[in-house]
Structure formats: structure tokens, C-alpha cells
């Protein structure tokens, strides 16, 4: 049996598994947790929004599942993570890379910040492949501009010979996606990757990271604190709060009956002005919403 067939099989049909997941971070000689006691699991090909006020620890959670830690900063992480069949908690510095660069793609909030602002998009879009060494320049120029088309730019050809600098906010954030899906990655994390877009635009990145994830067959990790499009766009949904999670289910089901009190008032601050999307959400009548 091949190694791809043997990990299929080992790793189940989860793509991730996190089991009893604590982060402290050291600060003034003293350690804070900032995740306490989180487990959940992503089925492979599903969508799951992590949602939650800010600082409630979301972004802590992805970081300390891919073992990013912010820099200057000490943090202990302890439980366990399996990650495309990677037992993350234990992997080291190239290995740890290694993993990550296999099986994750990661969508930033800023892209303007993983961006190197000297390098024409084109070319950093598919640095990751000379990383993984198996390709000439002129073929990463080529899966560049094919790449960049993908993502709706219609004039790749001459944008991709762009800096990052030149390039619109919607722009950058559809460089990051694709980006994040050049090869074609288990599974695709975005950290609030549209907060900083206006709502129009916003609507176009999300719609074009589930095309991406449709024709890649990815799974999908959404971190937002909106969770009108947690709902709109991921299959679950875990609500944290102070670092734990205080609700976690079936989009659906989430909304239609919250558990928890955070959830209901999370549900309550939906802007009423998208009232479309609202009444889509909210199942009529039911006394749990009110
Ligand atoms: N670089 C850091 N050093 C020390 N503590 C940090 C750092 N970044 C975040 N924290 C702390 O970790 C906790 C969780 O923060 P985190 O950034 O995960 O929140 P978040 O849910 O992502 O919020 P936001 O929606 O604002 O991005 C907070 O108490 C925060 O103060
Ligand atoms: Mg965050």
C-alpha cells in the first residue's frame, strides 16, 4: 500500500482533530492561558466557522494548532493535534514546515503583510513551488499568470508583473487566496480573511474562496467575528468565548436553537439591515431567538 493510501486510512476521514487544546502565554514572568480545554474535529471537504468576540482566542486557536507562535512571544501549548495525519504538538522547525506547507493554506486578514512589497505578485504567488522544488522559473511565471486568472484577474498577464503596492485590497486578498490554494492544500484557513474589505468586495472574496475550495476539494477553517458569514458560508460553526468554546454544532441547528446566551446575543447584533440574509437565517417564530 502507498503512503498517500496508508495516511487516508490512518487519519480516518478527519482532516484535523484537536483534542483537549491549552495555549498559555508568558507575559511579566507569569503564564495566562489564552485557549483552555478546546476539542473539535473537521470532517475532510467540510466548512467550519470559528466565531467570537475579539480576543476571544481565535486566532491564539489557529496559531497554536499550526505552531505559529506570535513573535517575542512564549507560548506552551499542550493536548494534541493531528493535521492531515500530522501529529502537529510534536513536530519541530523544517518538519513542522514541511507539514504545514503540504497540507495548509493559510489566507490572512492583511495579505498587504505577507506580502513581500519588492516582489511582483506573480512571482511571489508561486514562490512556495520553487520552495518544494520541483519547478523551473519560467514554469512558475506561466502557473503565476494562470494562477491570477484563476482568481479573476482578466488581464493576468500584465498584473502579475505588478507590486503588491499597485493592487487594490480586493486585489491582494484574492492574490492571498490564491496564494493559499496553489497546492491545493488539504485544507485552507482564513483569519478573518475579509474584515478589512468593504461589504461588496467581501462578498466577492468569500464567493471565489468557495469556488477555490469547490474545484480543490479542500476543507475550510473560517475565522470570523461575524457570524452572519460563518453561517452563510460554513457547514459548522464553534462559538468562542475567553478561550473556550461555549457553543459548537451544525450550522442549522445553531441557529435555529443557540444554546448558549453569548450565541443568541452574537445572533442578535447581525446588522438588520442585510434583511435578506436575516430572514434566510432566522427560522420564524421560534422562542429560542427572541
Ligand atoms: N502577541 C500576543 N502576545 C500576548 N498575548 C496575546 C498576543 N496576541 C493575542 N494575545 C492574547 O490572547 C488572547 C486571545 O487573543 P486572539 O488574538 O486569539 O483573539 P481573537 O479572537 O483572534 O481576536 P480578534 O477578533 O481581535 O482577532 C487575548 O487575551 C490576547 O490578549
Ligand atoms: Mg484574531
Known amino acids: 500500500m502507498n503512503r498517500e493510501a496508508m495516511k487516508t486510512i490512518s487519519s480516518n476521514d478527519l482532516i484535523l482533530e484537536v483534542r483537549d487544546l491549552t495555549a498559555t502565554v508568558q507575559r511579566h514572568g507569569s503564564e495566562r492561558p489564552v485557549i483552555e480545554g478546546v476539542t473539535f474535529s473537521l470532517a475532510r471537504g467540510r466548512s467550519l466557522g470559528i466565531v467570537g468576540e475579539s480576543g476571544a482566542g481565535k486566532s491564539m486557536l489557529i496559531r497554536s494548532i499550526l505552531g505559529v507562535h506570535p513573535p517575542g512571544v512564549t507560548m506552551r501549548v499542550t493536548g494534541e493535534v493531528r493535521l492531515d495525519g500530522h501529529d502537529m504538538l510534536r513536530l519541530r522547525g523544517r518538519e513542522r514546515r514541511r507539514a504545514l506547507a503540504a497540507s495548509v493554506g493559510m489566507i490572512h486578514q492583511d495579505p498587504l503583510r505577507s506580502l513581500n512589497p519588492t516582489i511582483r505578485v506573480g512571482e511571489q504567488l508561486t514562490e512556495t513551488l520553487a520552495f518544494t522544488g520541483r ?47 496553489l497546492t491545493e492544500p488539504a485544507l485552507i484557513i482564513g483569519d478573518e480573511p475579509t474584515t478589512a474589505l468593504d461589504v461588496t468586495v467581501q462578498k466577492r472574496v468569500l464567493d471565489l474562496m468557495q469556488e477555490t475550495r469547490e474545484r480543490t476539494g479542500s476543507s475550510m477553517l ?45 445572533l442578535d447584533s447581525i446588522p438588520r439591515l442585510d434583511g435578506p440574509r436575516l430572514r434566510r437565517l432566522r427560522v420564524p417564530e421560534t422562542g429560542a431567538l427572541s
Not at 457547514?235 to 446566551?261: F, L, Q
Open 135 to 181: 519547478s523551473t522559473r519560467r514554469d512558475r511565471a506561466a502557473r503565476g499568470v494562470e494562477l491570477m486568472r484563476s482568481v479573476g484577474f482578466r488581464n493576468s498577464e500584465d498584473e502579475s508583473r505588478r507590486y503588491p503596492h499597485q493592487l487594490s485590497g480586493g486585489q491582494r486578498q484574492r492574490i492571498g487566496i490564491g496564494a493559499a490554494a
Open 222 to 266: 473560517l475565522v470570523t467575528h461575524d457570524l452572519g458569514v460563518a453561517a452563510e458560508r460554513c457547514d459548522e460553526i464553534i462559538v468562542m468565548r475567553a478561550g473556550r468554546i461555549v457553543e459548537a454544532g451544525i450550522t442549522a441547528e445553531v441557529i435555529a436553537a443557540p444554546s448558549h446566551p453569548y450565541t443568541r446575543a452574537l
